[in-house]
């Protein structure tokens, strides 16, 4: 027998049960190889093709998902070759080498089965009266059984840990089917919702570096392909300094919010920490007004910038950004940073390969076009921040539901003790 959750759906209060994996293979609820290691008999890279039997190994699996689209495929023939670890559309898979506890539900195949790699296990639901598919899925998810996963495979001389291994660790479960139901198909929706909010934020990001590339001149032009009516004025060629004044000086408060360089993602600040003068990094130099554009002078590629409109003044940011306090509209300046041709050109005058980086005084003097109408310029980073909220929304989102689901899979399955 096992404990009880802390958080359970109403109307249940049966019992729930301990077993090991081996138990359930051997009970006939649930079906796994005995071993999933083709050895020398595995596909070398040259025998990969394009269409045939998909070949899943560990990277193929990732946030409940297996690829079967983009994933290797090897011909029918070399498959009849092998005799194991053959999954079906509906069985658990769950990664246990090199990537450890990630899983997913194979579905979507358009052939009879997948070839899995020793990496990956399958488990298939072999007896659905006592024990639910989505259950499975999410019990191998919750923080109990991925904590064991991964203990067990850190005894290893590698991250690994093999199918017998496999067999010895405990599954906790209702007795009662509909429950496991209620449960799996709580985590599934769960599921279906960050996927949802993910792809949006995926989706609005594509869209908005399309609309960059587009409402922006492109290398040769002096006016961009698409445009708000009423502007037809080319756009005047000056320098990124003569937009913003850079770096002002300013004497830094006895105690201040310091932002470094991990605490910008995208164009949100995300994290910032409280320091005093006297022990604050040397790095802490940047004291930010309302409307100074911060820009990551570090792997500009990442496109980390903020658009300061706080109304604290005691916020400081590392020096690993160059501060702009814009003579332009703000908004608009940033969209322009943003550019993919923008970055093109930072990254071209960047020293270092693992991390390039650009000095202020060379971001100032790179070339860049604005409009010469500051209601254009207006428009268009009004137009980008509409962008900037839509993805921020999707990515809170997305983020809130992450930890809903963590919360509730420390919660709606027994802990020990």
């Keep these: 027998m096992a404990d009880t959750p802390k958080v359970r759906f109403k109307g249940f209060t049966?019992?729930?049960?301990?077993?090991?994996?081996?138990?359930?293979?051997?009970?006939?609820?649930?079906?796994?190889?005995?071993?999933?290691?083709?050895?020398?008999?595995?596909?070398t890279v040259s025998e990969y093709v394009s269409d045939g039997i998909p070949f899943l190994m560990a990277s193929d699996i990732h946030n409940g998902k297996a690829d079967v689209y983009h994933c290797k495929y090897i011909t029918k023939e070399r498959a009849n070759k092998l005799d194991k670890g053959f999954a079906k559309d509906g069985d658990v898979l769950i990664t246990h080498k090199a990537t450890i506890g990630e899983v997913a539900i194979l579905q979507g195949l358009k052939t009879e089965y997948a070839v899995l790699t020793p990496q990956v296990t399958y488990y298939r639901i072999q007896d659905e009266s006592r024990l639910n598919q989505k259950y499975l899925y999410a019990y191998f998810n919750s923080e109990e059984f991925q904590n064991d996963l991964k203990t067990k495979a850190a005894q290893s001389t590698r991250p690994y840990i093999g199918i017998s291994a496999q067999q010895n660790l405990i599954i906790k479960f209702p007795l009662n089917v509909r429950e496991q139901e209620q449960i799996g198909a709580y985590f599934a929706s769960l599921d279906h919702l960050i996927t949802l909010h993910q792809r949006k934020?995926?989706?609005?990001?594509?869209?908005?570096?399309?609309?960059?590339?587009?409402?922006?001149?492109?290398?040769?032009?002096?006016?961009?392909?698409?445009?708000?009516?009423?502007?037809?004025?080319?756009?005047?060629?000056?320098?990124?300094?003569?937009?913003?004044?850079?770096?002002?000086k300013a004497d830094i408060p006895d105690i201040f919010e310091y932002v470094d360089l991990e605490a910008v993602v995208g164009t949100e600040m995300l994290a910032h920490r409280t320091e005093e003068k006297r022990?604050?990094?040397?790095?802490a130099q940047r004291l930010a007004q309302y409307g100074d554009l911060f820009y990551q002078t570090v792997r500009p590629y990442q496109k980390n910038n903020y658009l300061f409109e706080k109304p604290d003044k005691h916020y400081v940011f590392?020096?690993?950004?160059?501060?702009?306090?814009?003579?332009?509209?703000?908004?608009?300046?940033?969209?322009?940073?943003?550019?993919?041709?923008?970055?093109?050109?930072?990254?071209?005058?960047?020293?270092?390969?693992?991390?390039?980086?650009?000095?202020?005084?060379?971001?100032?003097?790179?070339?860049v076009y604005s409009p010469i109408s500051t209601d254009e310029q207006k428009l268009i980073g009004e137009f980008f921040k509409g962008f900037d909220n839509l993805i921020t929304l999707h990515q809170r989102k997305y983020d809130q539901l992450k930890e809903v689901k963590k919360f509730m899979l420390q919660n709606m399955f027994p802990q020990k003790g």
């Design 279 to 283: 022990t604050a990094p040397s790095r």
């Design 14 to 43: 049966g019992a729930w049960e301990q077993r090991k994996v081996r138990w359930l293979i051997n009970e006939g609820i649930i079906e796994a190889p005995m071993d999933g290691n083709h050895g020398e008999k595995h596909p």
């Design 318 to 367: 590392s020096t690993g950004y160059a501060q702009m306090r814009p003579v332009v509209d703000g908004r608009f300046l940033l969209s322009l940073v943003q550019n993919e041709h923008f970055v093109k050109i930072v990254l071209d005058n960047c020293t270092g390969t693992s991390y390039p980086a650009i000095n202020s005084n060379d971001l100032a003097n790179i070339e």
């Design 201 to 248: 934020c995926d989706e609005t990001k594509e869209l908005k570096k399309y609309m960059l590339q587009k409402m922006f001149p492109q290398k040769g032009k002096k006016i961009p392909e698409i445009r708000f009516n009423g502007f037809i004025d080319e756009w005047e060629q000056r320098k990124l300094g003569a937009l913003a004044i850079f770096n002002p």
